[in-house]
């Protein structure tokens, strides 16, 4: 398999849920004095919807809406409808574009009313998209695994930027993450807090296997707390494998058996080689593989779905 990175094609479909109303793609446009654009004001979401047998469902979606709120309330954000509201336009918009699977992108923003850092004289407004999107970090990478490397940024510390929120700003932290990574030949990249300890990837969660046994950075410790992350270790549980929650140095992951990422985009990502060196046999390894086995079955509805995390479009 090539170094070379995947390269993500710029997303199109129909429709756009924006403000209450569903406009053509090409006319959900804001104003280049929008708040958001100037001070980072905005959050999102991203969820995924995967064709099932009995036509598609979408993964997570009261979780992602959930989440969404909790985001907005952290920048004291109050988002203009309610959940109820913006989880039946979450359904509308992947009806309306005819899709089977896609992703689908709430972005809650800060638009045009006044410049300067306060926010308060800025409107807050919403928007959904929906488009087809293939694997993140290339098809290959489902079996192959990922290349990744330790990053020289550092996540922002407690107290600065809300890691836990989806906030549009956090990702300056993550750009600059992906982008190094990128230009070193790696498929992603991993940052430490600043501390030293492993925190995620700049879209993803990350999970090492040691002994059989699955570890995670823990909620709270700089990462946002991802809700594919919640399903993987609900799935590992249900296989019996015990997992821990607790921060893991760069030597840790270094010395893991298997390690694997996930996230609404990434999905179930295994890693096979960190900072150049193979981690395991430098493939995807065995846990890895049962659990990325685990998830495609359900979400694809290829099994029951035992835990209620499908709603059907
Ligand atoms: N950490 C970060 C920093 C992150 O952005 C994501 C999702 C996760 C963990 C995993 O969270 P969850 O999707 O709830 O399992 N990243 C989203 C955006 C990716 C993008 O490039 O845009 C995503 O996967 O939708």
Known sequence: MSREPHTIQSPRSEWIWFNGEMVP????????????????????????????????????????????FESAKLLYMEIPFSAEVVREAILETVRRNG???????????????????????????????????????????????????????????????????????????????????????????????????????SGENIFIVRDGRILTPPLGASILGGITRGYVLALAKDRGIEVVEQRLSREMLMTADEMFMSGT???????????????????????????????????RGEVEDRHGWLTPV
């Open 25 to 68: 793609w090409d006319q959900a446009q804001i104003h280049v004095l929008s708040h958001v654009v100037h001070y980072g004001s905005g959050v999102f979401e991203g969820i995924r919807v995967y064709d099932t047998p009995g036509g598609p469902a979408v993964v997570g979606l009261d979780a992602h809406v959930k989440r969404l």
């Open 99 to 201: 899709h089977g699977g896609c992703y689908v992108r709430p972005l809650a923003y800060r638009g045009f009313g006044q410049m300067g850092v306060n926010p308060t004289g800025s409107p807050v407004e919403l928007a959904i998209a929906s488009w087809e999107w293939g694997t993140y970090l290339g098809d290959e990478a489902m079996e192959q695994g990922v290349d990744v490397g330790v990053s020289s940024w550092r996540k922002m510390a407690p107290g600065t930027h809300p890691a836990i929120s989806k906030a549009v700003g956090n990702y300056v932290n993550s750009q600059l993450i992906v982008l190094e990574a990128r230009r070193h030949g790696y498929h992603e990249g991993i940052v430490l807090d600043v501390d030293g300890f492993a925190c995620e990837g």
């Open 265 to 299: 985009a990434a999905e179930v990502t295994p890693v096979r080689s960190i900072d150049r060196q193979p981690i395991g046999a430098g493939r995807r390894g065995p846990i890895t593989e049962q659990l990325q086995a685990d998830f495609f079955a359900l979400v």
